[in-house]
């Protein structure tokens, strides 16, 4: 027997409205002046004015940073760690998807902690919690809001830095639906394939457990009756709502049991193209699986039974094929790329990705380990 963990915020509040509930929340942990951390396009439409001003009316004043890039940079950690040090801010307000939340943990992380957040690469470096962190979630994919995970790009090394630390979970983590409502088609579709990435990849990952497998499995059953209508109708509160427990569940299974190839693979194509994190993933998800399938058929079947595909009487390695099918569907109905080449990677490149890869993966918890020329044969296969 050997002893495992669950990491998981103290607080999670869920459901259409919860927002309101969240500032009342805030005042009753004494927090007095945020640092809402943020993208442009969310500060321009108006949602960080309407938290700001939900916090004035329960006491709290707040300072935004709207520097957060789609993948977060170190430059941005420094810059929003500055603005929080000249305004004396006392806790953070993540507000958006992932890239504001992973910006956010590495300012809150380096706030208490000192140093640059590159100091922190790998698990568990930190040796203080960082500063209270609030994340409020605006999509539902990647389920940084309730994560130990934060992923920032070195843009000297063009790689993206693992950051798997205890002391970057929130305090408290808001999924609303109603703040999700019209987000772009494109936008839905990328973190939601990102959430099934979690969810499979965890399910597979070699540690497991019950726990992990419960909330990863109803994770791809959500996913697989609502991700379509969430992204063919914005306006769709039940899917936006069911995407949100979704992503919070796959969330739960791969903080606790990790993640594989597919994002050590998928971390290595946004850090050095720039490319949407959600898109990579789903593009390499179902190459990956076909790699894992030589030894997790039969777990990969049971991922297509939870997909709605019929395989009782489907040897576990037509099983296994037919859920890299129903992701592949899947991915098609909802508009994602079919392969790397339309996302302009060039195979002279390879070389480099495969190796940086390579060492991303060491920290994670794939069924199979790879040599570089398997992984430099999956990029090919899904060119």
């Given amino acids: 027997m050997t002893t495992t963990a669950f990491f998981i915020p103290a607080v999670n509040l869920m459901g259409a409205g919860c927002l309101k509930d969240a500032a009342s929340t805030i005042q009753s942990y004494g927090f007095k002046k945020a640092l809402i951390v943020t993208d442009a396009v969310l500060n321009k439409i108006g949602m960080v004015a309407k938290v700001s001003e939900l916090l004035g009316q329960h006491g709290v004043v707040s300072v935004v940073f709207d520097g957060a890039q789609p993948n977060p940079t170190i430059g941005n950690v420094e810059a929003g ?50 500063l209270p962190l609030v994340a409020i979630n605006t999509t539902a994919g990647t389920a940084s809001e309730m994560t130990r995970f934060c992923i920032i790009t070195d843009e000297s090394r063009h790689v993206k830095m693992a950051i798997v630390d205890k002391h970057t979970t929130p305090v408290l983590s808001v999924n609303d639906p109603e703040m999700m409502l019209d987000k772009p088609k494109d936008l839905t579709a990328a973190t939601g394939m990102d959430a099934l990435t979690h969810a499979i990849e965890a399910y597979v990952s070699t540690i497991a457990t019950p726990i992990t497998d419960a909330c990863a499995l109803k994770a791809v059953t959500l996913i697989s009756e609502n991700l379509r209508h969430a992204v063919n109708d914005g306006h769709n509160l039940h899917a936006r709502e069911q ?26 194509l946004g850090g050095f193209y720039d490319l949407p994190h959600g898109v990579c993933n789903a593009v390499l998800l179902p190459h990956v699986q076909k790699f894992n399938s030589r030894i997790a058929a039969k777990r990969l079947g049971e991922v297509a039974h939870a997909m709605g595909c019929d395989v009782r009487f489907l040897s576990d390695e037509a099983a296994a094929e037919a859920c890299l099918s129903a992701i592949r569907q899947l991915a098609a109905d909802i508009g994602i790329p079919v392969g790397l080449i339309e996302l302009g990677v060039k195979e002279a490149d390879f070389p480099t990705l495969t190796a940086n890869a390579l060492k991303d993966a060491c920290g994670f918890t794939n069924p199979i380990q790879a040599t570089a020329e398997e992984i430099t044969a999956i990029y090919k296969a899904a060119m």
């Fill in 243 to 268: 995407m949100a427990y979704a992503q919070f569940l796959a969330g739960m299974a791969f903080n606790n049991a990790s993640l594989g190839y597919v994002h050590a693979m998928a971390h290595q």
């Fill in 81 to 130: 760690l500055k603005l929080l040090k000249d305004n004396e801010c006392d806790f953070v307000i993540s507000l958006g998807g992932g890239s504001p939340h992973d910006c956010a943990k590495g300012i809150a992380l380096c706030a208490s902690n000192g140093g640059n957040i590159a100091d922190y690469e790998g698990l568990n470096q930190s040796k203080k919690p960082q």
